[in-house]
Nanobody
Framework: QVQLVETGGGLAQAGDSLTLSCVVS????????MAWFREAPGKEREFVAA???????YYADSVKGRFTISRATGPKTMWLKMTNLKPEDAATYYC?????????????????WGQGTQVAVSS
């Protein structure tokens, strides 16, 4: 049973930084493609960043240069460091894992999801 638990959300001001964590239990973390998605009220879930088992990374244009995705096999954890936060970054952030592809950016392709952590950004 693969379980993902996100932490680190909260209230930030525009320009602030936050770091989200996603701890994975079960499965072979080292072989997972991992990603962050976010969903704002009234909007569809959107891709934010992805990282392959070999640490290749890919970002949505909206966060490129501001967000950094990383992972570590030992603690079975993935992080999303968010800097220069903007009000439009406010959303519930979800981590996702996929064991079938080296890297993935499409939400429907991920079988494993966390429960989400909320990020609010005030202007």
């Amino acid at each position: 049973q693969v379980q993902l638990v996100e932490t680190g959300g909260g209230l930030a001001q525009a320009g602030d930084s936050l770091t989200l964590s996603c701890v994975v239990s079960g499965g072979n973390f080292a072989g997972f493609a991992m990603a962050w998605f976010r969903e704002a009220p009234g909007k569809e879930r959107e891709f934010v960043a992805a990282i392959s088992w070999s640490h290749g990374v890919y970002y949505a244009d909206s966060v490129k240069g501001r967000f950094t995705i990383s992972r570590a096999t030992g603690p079975k954890t993935m992080w999303l460091k968010m800097t220069n936060l903007k009000p439009e970054d406010a959303a519930t952030y979800y981590c996702a894992a996929d064991s079938t592809r080296p890297i993935e950016t499409v939400a429907a392709s991920f079988p494993f999801w966390g429960q989400g952590t909320q990020v609010a950004v005030s202007s």
